[in-house]
């Protein structure tokens, strides 16, 4: 009979955690946490991530809201998921379209199309229908995100989730939407690299809304003793392909009707 896998202790959180600003610091990656625990569940990875923010928060690192990841329900099913997961959003890792970014310190960074929501009031009720959550939503926005995976391959899920869910950076439009100005479900992008498209994707592969995803993450971090606040800012997941960047690289996201944004690579 196989053994349980044992969850990690504290000693294990605080290493694990330590090790990803390590590498995050020099810009290497690192083996995954599951090659050395296996059977790493994502509890204890979102153990590594609490205590993650709770470091940079030591730094003087303060967090802007949270990101949502492996929203396809296509990824799921292969990740052997029925949910997404999520990681925090770190202030200093938020641009303006047209900003250029060092990539030096990125490990393998790439580049995904979104739309970010503004939070206006504090959620901290279960969110039951879509409206509730638009009413609670002061704006949307045209977003870009930025991830960077600091563990080596091969890595499972809770590897990804441990590592902040790969967050490096949010790029946002300088247009902002009212919900009731944008339809959200059927917003469409390309993505160019270097001039040439190469990606395009419809809002409405994430959860069959994006605001559907945003609710799901309003509700599973209450069951966490947490909430969504007031000025958060939520990337509500990818719609297309990522794009991998390098250094020299210049991206272009079309929104049509609601704006373009761009961001390059030094």
């Not at 590594?48 to 802007?64: E, P, S």
């Not at 029925?82 to 047209?98: C, F």
Request: with cysteine; glycine share 8%.
């Amino acid at each position: 009979m196989a053994e349980t896998p044992v969850g990690l202790t504290e000693l294990d959180i605080r290493n694990a955690a330590e090790a990803i600003l390590r590498a995050e610091r020099e810009g290497e990656a690192m083996p995954p946490l599951s090659g050395q625990h296996a059977g790493l569940s994502l509890d204890d990875a979102y153990r590594v991530q609490d205590l993650l923010t709770t470091m940079r928060h030591q730094q003087g690192i303060v967090c802007a809201g949270y990101k949502i990841g492996l929203t396809w329900r296509t990824t799921q099913i292969a990740c052997d998921l029925d949910a997404p997961i999520h990681g925090r959003i770190l202030r200093h890792a938020v641009h303006q379209s047209g900003a250029s970014l060092p990539a030096k310190r990125l490990v393998k960074p790439h580049v995904e199309v979104e739309l970010a929501f503004i939070i206006g009031r504090d959620i901290d009720r279960p969110i039951e229908k879509l409206d509730a959550l638009l009413a609670a939503t002061d704006c949307i926005v045209p977003a870009l995100e930025l991830v960077d995976h600091r563990m080596a391959p091969p890595r499972i899920v809770a590897d990804t989730v441990a590592d902040n869910s790969a967050f490096a950076g949010a790029i946002l439009s300088d247009k902002r939407f009212r919900p009731h100005d944008i339809d959200s479900r059927w917003v469409g992008a390309t993505l160019s690299r270097n001039g040439l498209v190469e990606e395009t994707g419809l809002s409405a592969i994430g959860m069959g809304h994006p605001a559907t995803c945003v609710a799901w993450l309003a509700n599973a971090l209450q069951k966490r003793g947490e909430h969504l606040a007031e000025g958060d800012i939520v990337m509500s997941g990818a719609f297309a392909r990522a794009l991998p960047v390098a250094s020299g690289d210049a991206f272009t996201a079309d929104f049509n009707q609601y704006g373009m944004l761009d961001v390059s690579f030094t």
